[in-house]
């Protein structure tokens, strides 16, 4: 089991910065594929970021490359997103999301059905 807690969310200005950060507990060494992922009321969760196998890859969306930094702190076992030039559709509520090597290699890391453990979200809200 591996246990997820977001902080961080909160409302900004558009143009604005925001740090989430997830820590993690429990088996956190299965934890292959840590992602970030938002959704808003009445659309399916979307993919935004992830940090992926021991070298730390790092993987984006389209709309969030070059705003958007995903890192993670080994010592303190937490996935950090850092969010510049904020914008009105970042509007959501952010999930972190721990998935296993071998559901990471099967279904890929953008795919909210590959991870198995999720946090309860934080709101980041964004005006214009």
């Known amino acids: 089991q591996v246990h997820l807690v977001e902080s961080g969310g909160g409302l900004r200005q558009a143009g604005g910065s925001l740090t989430l950060s997830c820590e993690a507990s429990?088996?956190?060494?299965?934890?292959?594929?840590m992602g970030w992922f938002r959704q808003v009321p009445g659309k399916e969760r979307e993919f935004v970021a992830a940090?992926?196998?021991?070298?730390?890859?790092?993987y984006y969306r389209d709309s969030v490359k070059g705003r958007f930094t995903i890192s993670r702190d080994n010592a303190e076992d937490t996935v950090n997103l850092q969010m510049n030039a904020l914008k009105p559709e970042d509007t959501a509520t952010y999930y972190c999301?721990?998935?296993?090597?071998?559901?990471?290699?099967?279904?890929?890391?953008?795919?909210?059905?590959?991870?198995?453990?999720w946090g309860q979200g934080t709101q980041v809200t964004v005006s214009s």
């Open positions: 999301a721990a998935a296993s090597r071998l559901r990471t290699m099967r279904i890929g890391h953008t795919s909210a059905g590959t991870y198995d453990y």
């Open positions: 429990g088996r956190t060494s299965s934890a292959y594929a």
């Open positions: 940090l992926v196998g021991g070298g730390g890859s790092t």
